[in-house]
């Protein structure tokens, strides 16, 4: 039985392209203000290692089956499981599982909006030296008024999704590869000119000492438990994200070797990136803070206290902004082409009403951050419990579920294997750890994730 394919939207121009459209999804904001700072504070390259391995054994082969079975069936990632389950005669009810992923990502989209907005509007915030001098105090007051002031939170909320919704709207394979191929380059190098900065007035031996030194006595079982969730969202599996790039992946393309070069990319941007931040940060003597504490607080006063601080400050805002963006227009993508693929709705408009779910979503979010909302649950805002939910429970869910069908319903042949004694076994090493090691590692970072957000 042929695999009955629907009309595809197009495909990438080169691989490279590829490369860097899936860049611009995985590259984004946990590879600045968490994976650095877990390192530094779990044993250093004891922790490194034990993230390498995770992102090796465990996410590495579940990324290559997604973009596999995106790559045979050609469609959005709902009609991809579908239409595969229909020709390996397993359950069609296996297409749930990217459905509720295309929703996670809707949902880790519209968080990711919220985070956006402040990036955005720290950009001003940092470019006239609001902060120039400032204390630890002010730059948290300076935060606090941001979240004070929620029509300004949305004024650049909106302006994060206007862009969003615009590249969407564009073809992914014409007009966001293009952007994506002028904008990675000149992001990269920012990031070297932001690493030059730190190496000359940050603390840069501290850092080098913090995240490559060997320190097995700092590292634990909960380090190991950080390291394989750090790993695990390393590469956005569970969101259905990279299947919908997948579907647009060129034909005779090694998907491993391309997906191999793209863990790397990312583990170098997130040691540049952490390089930088523990650098400036501890050269001013501060306890820094972790997420949103490193990123509007710790951040802006170290750069107001550095020469040029202004400058390195926007750059540094202007950067993480834009990889955001780039990532949420993936995250929608599943969502948007679902919609241009099943029920014919013109791109544009399946790029506007996604957005405008993410919109409402994002504002519910900031309304929830009010002291007197009716939008807090248990002491918890709507944003802490969106980002549990999707984080803690629907990311690794959807990955483990499609791990099982990716592995024991789908037949050989679907993912490409040949008769070359070499391929053969290469493909007998990935179905390997896509069978018996990443399933469990999946479980633990399901149940552990949830026992950390919940009851710890």
Known sequence: MAIKKRKVQGIWSSRWTFLAAATGLVV???DFWAVPQAISANGGAAYLLAYLLCLLFVVLPVAVAEVRVAVRARANPVHAV?????????????????????????????????????????VPIMATGVLEAASLDMAANE???????????????????????????????????????????????????????????????????????????????????????????TLAIGTGALMAYGAYFPSGRSVSRQLAFLALLDTTVMLLGGLVIVALVNDQHIQAGRGLA????????????????????TAFFIMVGILVITSVVAL?????????????VPRGLSAVLTGMVAWLMGDLAMVSLNADSPLQFYSRTLLEWSDIIVGSVLLPL??????????????????????????????????????????????VVLVAGLYQRLLM
């Open 398 to 443: 959807c990955a483990l579920c499609f791990t099982l069908f990716a592995a024991w319903r789908v037949p050989g042949p679907v993912h490409g294997v040949r008769d070359h004694w070499l391929e053969k076994a290469f493909f007998w090493l990935w179905q390997t750890m896509l069978r018996y090691i990443a399933p469990p590692a999946l479980l």
């Open 143 to 233: 935060f606090q008024a941001l979240l004070d002031n929620p029509a300004s939170s949305q004024y650049w909320h909106r302006l994060f999704l206007g862009a969003v919704v615009v590249l969407s709207a564009i073809s992914v394979v014409k007009g966001m590869a293009l952007v994506l191929r002028i904008v990675l380059p000149v992001l990269f190098l920012a990031m070297l000119g932001l690493l030059y900065y730190s190496s000359e007035l940050g603390d840069y031996n501290a850092a080098l000492t913090g995240m490559f030194s060997y320190r097995p006595a700092e590292f634990s079982w909960w380090a190991l438990l950080s390291a394989m969730k750090h790993a695990f969202y």
């Open 332 to 344: 929608l993508e599943p969502t948007v082409a679902y919609l241009v693929e099943r029920w014919a």
């Open 28 to 30: 984004s904001l946990g």
């Open 294 to 313: 490193l990123m509007f607080i710790s951040l802006p006063y170290t750069f107001g206290n550095l020469v040029f601080g202004d400058i390195a400050g």
């Open 82 to 122: 579908d239409q595969l389950a229909h020709f390996a005669g397993a359950s069609r009810h296996w297409s749930l599982v990217t459905q509720v992923a295309a929703v996670a990502g809707l949902l880790l989209a519209a968080n990711l909006g919220v985070v956006a907005a402040w990036l955005l509007a720290y």
